[in-house]
């Protein structure tokens, strides 16, 4: 039996970030078990290739939901990163970190070490920003982030003037002293290629002989031995397999696998896995409960101006961009679907900003199957305009469908099950309609064609919403920090409530979810989380 001083499960956004910072003075040796295979993917690389990885099963998980009785029984997509960088590298890119109040709200729950003071130098170390450094900002940090602002199509203006029409202000950096406004968002990115984290962090880990990263390793329980965790079992190549872990397992599977490997060891709600045939060895409830999400809506209209649709629809379009792109790294191709948004107030009653804003200039009113046609637009001209309510709380959770570690788990979201949600929901419908009713829209919108004109009332509004939204991908909270070991997972130093030796270090350890894109903290759970590990192991 292989043995290390760490196991990492995971090697995606926060799992990649652990394991570069472990390793990296060279005094523990450390073990990562990645269920998917190499990210050495053109349509990885490239940014538009999120559109092919959105469904390829060989870099991506591809989850479904249970039918969502908030969303009308329908099923959801989720997609999910199975290969080395996990979702960071089949994401959209959009660098953001989240309201500063986000992470003073975990601070008031009880997560001592987890306020916007604690974690900023984490997020400041994590990053190059390449506008430079500042008070907000890194500057010398493995993960990219770029501005793209010289590629983004001119329709981005005029919705920057119909925001500023409407009556919210430009704000030229969502990641600096205050996230409010509209703007450009900046993506995970160098060079015209994608930053993933395998890219910023693994591709310096494993170069040092202390580091081994396996692939194509399915994790299938942790070893425990009078409740501590000792191991991992996994599966490679059709064998069953182990590993040993010296000091500390560390679970960074991500949001969905994360509580599933800690289920399928007997670490959750007690009857519930007896149920299932699996013998509970630590009862923590909360394991794979008080699951969060953003929902997101588009409308869709009908441009009078050109747009992306117009160079990236007829084939010499795509070649035209596409030597473009090779001789320039420039262009649409290097860039992600949404180009600009921002965070606004819902209504005038609201502290802090409730709504995120996504435009994108293209549409696309027909899928082929299989893909999400960022290559593939509209053959007439059209743009995206779409929100999400920032901070939801509907609360889901995840279960096993039987003890056989491949077969996915049932992932409840139960979506819009609060009036808090359906009215933001509507709220956010009257704000997209609001902002395209300004002067600087209107000059560029032949018409609307998704919900369309006749959706007027709350009552339709919501109807649609349950009818066309869907998840933006940021599932977190299934395995909560917190301080009651009865209603959540870890405790502040991320360590499993009734096991020595295990950690979960992902998205789903959020105490709620960040009021964005969660990529970026999500990271930053990583770097902090490698800091408690190394803390604690030099205090033992």
């Not at 107030?345 to 299989?370: H, I, W």
């Not at 959540?488 to 350890?509: E, F, K, P």
């Amino acid at each position: 039996m292989a043995e290390f001083d760490f196991v990492i499960v995971g090697a995606g956004s926060a799992g990649a970030a652990v394991t570069d910072r472990l390793s990296e003075d060279g005094k523990y040796s450390v073990c990562v078990l990645e269920a998917g295979g190499s990210d050495l993917n053109f349509w990885i690389w490239v940014p538009v290739g999120y559109g092919k990885a959105f469904y390829n099963k060989h870099i991506n998980w591809m989850y479904y939901t249970e039918p969502d009785p908030g969303l009308n029984n329908r099923e959801g997509y989720w997609p999910r990163g199975k290969v080395l960088g996990g979702s960071s590298s089949i994401n959209a890119m959009v660098y953001i970190r989240g309201q500063h109040a986000d992470f003073d709200d975990w601070k008031a729950m009880g997560n001592t070490g987890w306020g916007w003071d604690d974690v900023l130098p984490y997020f400041k170390r994590s990053e190059t920003n390449d506008a430079g450094a500042d008070a907000f900002r890194g500057g010398d940090g493995p993960l990219h982030v770029s501005s793209m602002t010289k590629y983004t199509h001119p329709l981005c203006q005029n919705f920057f003037k119909a925001s500023e029409q409407a009556g919210f202000k430009f704000n030229s950096d969502f990641n600096g002293a205050d996230q409010e406004g509209v703007g450009h968002y900046q993506i995970t990115a160098k060079d015209g290629f994608r930053m993933s984290t395998a890219r910023a962090y693994l591709a310096r880990a494993k170069k040092r002989s202390n580091v081994t990263i396996l692939t194509k390793a399915h994790t299938k329980r942790i070893l425990l031995e009078n409740s501590r965790a000792t191991g991992v079992v996994y599966e490679s190549g059709g064998r069953e397999q182990t590993v040993s872990a010296r000091r500390e397992v560390i679970l960074s599977a991500g949001a969905v696998n994360s509580p599933q490997i800690l289920m399928l060891s007997g670490i959750g709600d007690g009857a519930e896995l007896q149920s299932k045939g699996i013998a509970s060895a630590v009862h923590s409830p909360a394991v794979g409960k008080n699951m969060q999400d953003h929902l997101g809506l588009d409308h869709l209209y009908r441009s009078k101006v050109p747009t992306l649709n117009q160079q990236l629809y007829p084939w010499w379009g795509k070649l035209a961009q596409g030597i473009r792109y090779v001789l320039t790294r420039g262009g649409p191709l290097a860039l992600s679907l949404n180009q600009a948004g921002g965070f606004v107030k819902g209504n005038p009653d609201c502290e802090r900003p409730n709504m995120q804003l996504y435009f994108s200039p293209v549409s696309y009113t027909k899928a082929p199957k299989g893909e999400r046609p960022l290559m593939n637009p509209d053959p007439f001209p059209g743009f995206l305009f779409g929100m999400q309510p920032t901070r939801p709380t509907s609360r889901g959770h995840l279960e096993l469908k039987s003890t056989d570690a491949f077969e996915p788990m049932a992932i409840h979201p139960n979506s819009l099950s609060t009036d808090h949600d359906c009215k933001e929901m509507i709220e956010g419908c009257k704000l997209l309609r609001k902002i395209a009713a300004a002067p600087a829209f209107q000059e560029v919108i032949d018409s609307q064609i998704a919900p369309g004109p006749d959706v007027k009332s709350d009552e339709d509004m919501l109807e649609d919403v349950r009818n066309r939204c869907s998840t933006v991908f940021h599932p977190v909270s299934t395995c909560r920090m917190g301080t009651d070991k009865t209603e959540n997972v870890v405790d502040q130093r991320l360590r499993v409530y009734g096991v020595d030796g295990l950690r979960v270090v992902d998205a789903s350890i959020f105490p709620t979810v960040t009021s964005g894109n969660t990529n970026a903290p999500a990271i930053m759970v990583g770097e902090k989380g490698a800091d408690l590990i190394l803390e604690d192991t030099r205090n033992t």
